[in-house]
């Protein structure tokens, strides 16, 4: 098969930090900006996204009104990443774009739920009154908003993205893999064009729960990764992040500009024995590695699980010593399937600008000195899955 | 042996399966063959209040706790022992190549709610945030792993010791379809000789009915319940929900040959394409299921007068029967009329993820025993569909080669091709 390089062309992201490159290259800037709620979920933080406006990416309300907010995110941000890859609009082009969208699912009707809990203790059927309830009081069209995918779904009927979908679940890895399936099919040349990301809404209860019953959510107000031994875990964030992945030459055809090149995508599995991450993590980046030239920046999607996170560090400062290190965590949290979209979007934005952002404040995070050339971006699942991505400068 | 685009020429070497009508693909195929239907009255939760009581839910095997997310789990792994059985690749835990799966979106479910709020102490009103506080106790800790995504792929990763990151895939009701194509697709790439593809869903459960049921998308014909799924007839009103799973081995040619593998089939082709027209329903010209049918025949370096069976999606809700009838149409033109086209979802219901792989190893084994299995419950024909659903009785017919079907929901259309010989 011909390798074809791979290109990143449009970068859409929203977090809780702002929407857009722009905007987290400024917000970066600040070493302690980062954006928490602390009270509405405690013992648990989450990063709240910003208030879009929403008209400006998806114009209909009745679409906006079909969409739970985890769909709104990615819509959105899948709308960004086609506007600065110059395609928004462009029909002939859009409907023969893949998708592969990395998602979980999306969020309950709380009110129901916490109705139907009080009542069924006191019934004598309960099942009976859980089927009546449900029939009686959901929204009918909920459920196309819970779909996982669905988001894919929006982004077709709101952006016209119709070449054909695909939507990975499976927590952080299936960020991983969403990301290298789109690589390896524009490599061999099956497909010259891909939207490829994902978003996640952390502003809920339900999803927080799944977390909490694992003891994976950090307690007790923020603290950066690297510093999570008192109370290890995530700080869940709300964001999404979307690429426009070309085949080179697809992408010089129609005169695209090119912010980055994807240079090699790698997904491992371990099993989560002590030293697992640190030897998994590391035969991922081993195989990104020689993708790598010049002065290396490494953008990490750490959790905060602390011993993973502590293997993480330790394999990456083996791996590149000296290279300086920044968690995406720090600055706008932890995203789930979203996470490796989110670190890559920043590695995109360091290249881009020709510098990396500054340690985060009590972070212990190095400073960087030289401009990167090329970013290495890891990604080591709370529960499973390793992975590591080569960015490389262009020329 | 390579094919006409200097691809790695892709073939099956392994199948299982479990449904409603049984385990196995032998028990299966008797059944299918046989008209017979694994439609029933629901008995593993209470129907009172619900306009639909009937699926087509596989009894026989247990699962605890008693949820989709393990049900499914047990499924596919029953299939996947099958397959790879029959395929005798690799060693026992030791699959020689990728896994790629279809499973239906993991959740908490009602019991696993009802728990947490009883642990919660809370006697008043019951909020997400006594849920919270019952979790963080805890006490709860199996519940993480179980309801996460990923977990059903690493565990069957896990046990059958296939490589690399095992991917779960969604794309609704096309899912299994789009695991066999991704597992195509690695073969074509040369990255592996070898994938392991599996569609499961075990998702029989009162709020997932409940679900399709606000969206008027299942049949209310409850009695009997193996009257209830009726593709396209007159008469028919929604489908009705299965349950079960399958397993492909797929493999190169070359690798097959080389280990002496028997070849139970080729996928010789796959089409897919997006719609953008709606969330439900899909585009009025039905362009979209018309594009990945002939993509996947284009795929195969086929044309339409080659295709000697359609294995239909018919799922037997008035929209798709209509839409997907007009489709084959457009594709085959006036020789449609006399192309026989059935579908398996008359007996088993709509096995929702695992639909696309479950009727991928009926297509297989339709070529395998050159019989068509039969639409059943074909008692008022429609005239809008005017084809040879094969109503009511299984035929035997020379099959060289099969489409499959696959649409879902969020404007997914996937369509495999399969054949029953190599070529260049």
Known sequence: MGQRDVVITGVGLVSSLGEGLEAHAGALKDPSAVNVDATTYAPFSVHPAVALELDRQIPKKLDQKQMEPWQRLGTYAAGLALEMAGLKGDKEKLSETQLIVAAGGGERDYAVDGQILTEMPKSATPGVLLNEKLMGELRPTLFLAQLSNLLAGNISIVHGVTGASRTFMGEEQCGVDAVRIAFERIRAGQGDRFLVGSSYNSERPDSLLIFAMGGVLKQGGFAPVQKREASPGMILGSAGAFFVMEAREAAEARGATILAELADVSATRSIRDAGAVAASLGVAIDAVKPALSGAVAVISGASGCADITAEEFDVIAEKLPGAPIRATGNRLGHALESQFAVSLALGVLTLKDGALFPPAAGSGEAPADTAPQSVLVTSVGHKRGEGAAALKRTQ | ?424
């Not at chain 2, 606000?214 to 349950?243: C, W």
Request: proline share 6%.
């Open chain 2, 1 to 424: 042996m390579k094919d006409r685009n200097g691809r790695p020429v892709v073939v099956v070497t392994g199948i299982g399966l479990v449904t409603s009508l049984g385990q196995g693909k032998t028990d299966n195929w008797a059944a299918l063959t046989a008209g017979k239907s694994g439609i029933r009255q629901i008995t593993r939760f209470p129907t009172g209040g619900l306009r639909t009581t009937i699926a087509g839910t596989v009894d026989f095997v247990k699962a605890e706790p008693f949820c989709a997310a393990q049900l499914s789990e047990n499924f596919a792994r029953i299939a996947v022992e099958e397959a790879v059985g029959e395929a005798k690749i690799g060693g026992k835990g030791d699959f020689p190549g990728p896994l790629f799966i279809a499973v239906p979106p993991v959740e908490m479910e009602w019991p696993q709610r009802e728990a947490l709020a009883k642990a919660s102490g809370q006697t008043g009103d019951v909020t997400y945030a006594d849920l919270l506080k019952a979790a963080a106790t805890g006490a709860f800790k199996p519940w993480h792993d179980l309801f996460l995504f990923g977990t059903v792929a690493d565990r069957l990763a896990e046990t059958f010791g296939t490589k690399g990151s095992p991917i779960s895939l969604s794309t609704a009701c096309s899912s299994g379809a789009t695991a066999i194509q991704l597992g195509v697709e690695a073969i074509r790439r040369g990255e592996t000789d070898a994938a392991l593809c599996v569609g499961t869903d075990g998702s029989v459960q009162a709020e997932a009915l409940i679900r399709f049921s606000l969206l008027s998308a299942l049949s209310t014909q409850n009695d009997p319940p193996e009257g209830a799924s009726k593709p396209f007839s007159k008469n028919r009103d929604g489908f009705v929900m299965g349950e079960g799973a399958a397993a492909l081995v797929l493999e190169s040619y070359a690798s097959a040959k080389a280990r002496g593998a028997k070849i139970l089939g080729v996928i010789a082709g796959c089409g897919e394409k997006g719609d953008g027209f709606h969330r439900t329903r899909t585009s009025p010209d039905g362009m979209p299921a018309i594009l990945a049918m002939r993509g996947a025949i284009a795929d195969a370096g086929l044309t339409p007068d080659d295709i000697d069976y359609v294995n239909a999606h018919g799922t037997s809700t008035p929209e798709n029967d209509k839409m997907e009838s007009l489709g084959c149409m457009a594709v085959m033109g006036e020789r449609m009329k006399s192309v026989p086209i059935s579908s398996n979802k008359s007996m088993i219901g709509h096995t929702l993820t695992a639909a696309g792989a479950v009727e991928a190893v009926f297509s297989l084994l339709t070529i395998a025993n050159q019989k068509i299995p039969p639409t059943i419950n074909y008692a008022q024909p429609d005239p809008a569909i005017p084809l040879d659903v094969v109503p009511n009785v299984a035929r035997d017919a020379r099959v060289r080669h099969v489409m499959s079907n696959s649409f879902g929901f969020g404007g997914q259309n996937t369509v495999l091709l399969f054949a029953a010989e190599a070529r260049q």
